[in-house]
T-cell receptor, first 116, second 115 residues
Framework: GENVEQHPSTLSVQEGDSAVIKCTYS??????FPWYKQELGKGPQLIID?????GEKKDQRIAVTLNKTAKHFSLHITETQPEDSAVYFC???????????????FGKGTTLSVSS | DAGVIQSPRHEVTEMGQEVTLRCKPI?????LFWYRQTMMRGLELLIY????????DSGMPEDRFSAKMPNASFSTLKIQPSEPRDSAVYFC?????????????FGPGTRLTVT
């Protein structure tokens, strides 16, 4: 079946450093790639997303890049802060449909720890 | 906006018992998703509904699992009989048909422990 690989599984950085999380996907028809942040005891929350007709998207300290040819996409967090510590998930929406209710396939998650 | 509501937040039950998890999607959302999260397998999609109709239940692990959506504002996930390996956090998520980003909004989850 379709698959999303996410690396690294854990990432520790110092406050102020940058953090990069990378994902690859297998479904070449995938056209939507969201990133979710999950804090302890809570459900995942969408933080940024990118669609296949865009190569890069930025929102303040976070940015996402997409390489459709290589089927890679990455999350970049600059000037990290302790409150950025959480588990981050990448996902890819299965392609072939314009319906909003189509499944997302999630990566296994990256636990980011930002120390002050 | 109350967000996606799930109940109960925590459930502890004995092996063999029936468990029912409940979800109320965000008003106006017409797609609903049930996920299971474990350390070993991460976030797995179990089943999703569009307009109360099950679209894909290929993620439901066994016949012991069943899900229903009797109306646009309520869904249940039932496990009967429950087993210790069903212990996990179960999330419900919903999305809006008009969303340009196909965003899924997650509930807080139900932590299920089967002893």
């Amino acid at each position: 079946g379709e698959n999303v690989e996410q690396h690294p599984s854990t990432l520790s950085v110092q406050e102020g450093d940058s953090a990069v999380i990378k994902c690859t996907y297998s479904d070449s028809a995938s056209n939507y790639f969201p990133w979710y942040k999950q804090e302890l005891g809570k459900g995942p929350q969408l933080i940024i997303d990118i669609r296949s007709n865009v190569g890069e998207k930025k929102d303040q300290r976070i940015a996402v890049t997409l390489n459709k040819t290589a089927k890679h996409f990455s999350l970049h967090i600059t000037e990290t802060q302790p409150e950025d510590s959480a588990v981050y998930f990448c996902a890819a929406r299965l392609g072939g449909s314009n319906q909003a209710g189509t499944a997302l396939i999630f990566g296994k998650g990256t636990t980011l720890s930002v120390s002050s | 906006d109350a967000g996606v509501i799930q109940s109960p937040r925590h459930e502890v039950t004995e092996m063999g018992q029936e468990v029912t998890l409940r979800c109320k999607p965000i008003s106006g959302h017409n797609s609903l998703f049930w996920y299971r999260q474990t350390m070993m397998r991460g976030l797995e999609l179990l089943i999703y509904f569009n307009n109360n109709v099950p679209i894909d239940d290929s993620g439901m692990p066994e016949d012991r699992f069943s899900a229903k959506m009797p109306n646009a504002s309520f869904s249940t996930l039932k496990i009967q009989p429950s087993e210790p390996r069903d212990s996990a956090v179960y999330f419900c998520a919903s999305s809006h048909p008009g969303s340009p980003h196909y965003e899924q909004y997650f509930g807080p989850g139900t932590r299920l422990t089967v002893t």
